[in-house]
């Protein structure tokens, strides 16, 4: 612990052996080891993007119209899109708050953390209310995701981790408005 009471980013303990789908299976199962091993392993890097190419495209199977459609192709580039940015707002906002993250172990967690986007193909329920339940749970799973994910990235708190995705949704849904205002 640093003197402001900041856990050390610095890890020596080795990656894990984990492979891909154990920590994907942790980071779902919101498992703070996963999360860690995940931080921690530089090589996770390309499987974090693995994963978010995975959720765009399973997110954009759903869409209106079918996988080829313009929404399809929209969900597709703004998932992929949003990586990057979520990586950098967390970063910023971790640096804000006084902590001293590693930009790529964030992306790394964030990466992982979106995981649940992939389950938005089950939005091809045909059932309205299913679909609609389906809906709710994976969307409660990737806030859950994001809120464990911040936390491990930023070696902080579950409260100022929540706190810090409020400012990230407050600050994501400004930056929609603003798009839809300069598009109608």
């Keep these: 612990m640093s003197e402001a009471g900041i856990p050390n980013m610095a890890s020596t303990a080795p990656p894990s052996a984990r492979s891909f789908f154990e920590r994907l299976l942790g980071v779902l199962r919101l498992d703070s080891s996963s999360y860690d091993d995940v931080a921690a392993?530089?090589?996770a890097l390309g499987q974090a993007a693995a994963i978010v190419v995975i959720a765009a495209l399973g997110r954009s199977i759903s869409a209106q119209g079918g996988p080829l459609s313009?929404?399809?192709?929209?969900?597709?580039?703004q998932l992929i899109l949003l990586w990057p940015a979520l990586s950098l707002l967390v970063y910023a906002i971790g640096?804000?708050?006084?902590?001293?993250?590693?930009?790529?172990?964030?992306?790394?967690?964030m990466g992982f953390s979106m995981?649940?986007?992939?389950?938005?193909?089950?939005?091809?329920i045909p059932v309205d209310w299913a679909r609609n339940a389906v809906d709710?749970?994976?969307?409660?799973?990737?806030?859950?995701?994001?809120v464990v994910g911040i936390r491990q990235s930023l070696?902080?708190?579950t409260g100022q981790a929540a706190?810090?995705?409020v400012v990230i949704a407050m600050i994501l849904f400004f930056v929609s408005m603003v798009y839809q205002y300069l598009t109608t």
């Design 41 to 43: 392993d530089p090589r």
């Design 70 to 77: 313009f929404q399809a192709i929209w969900f597709l580039c």
């Design 95 to 109: 640096r804000w708050f006084g902590h001293t993250p590693d930009v790529l172990r964030v992306a790394r967690v």
């Design 115 to 124: 995981a649940p986007f992939a389950l938005g193909i089950l939005h091809l």
């Design 136 to 146: 709710l749970l994976w969307v409660a799973l990737l806030i859950a995701t994001l």
């Design 155 to 157: 070696q902080t708190t």
């Design 163 to 165: 706190f810090i995705s």
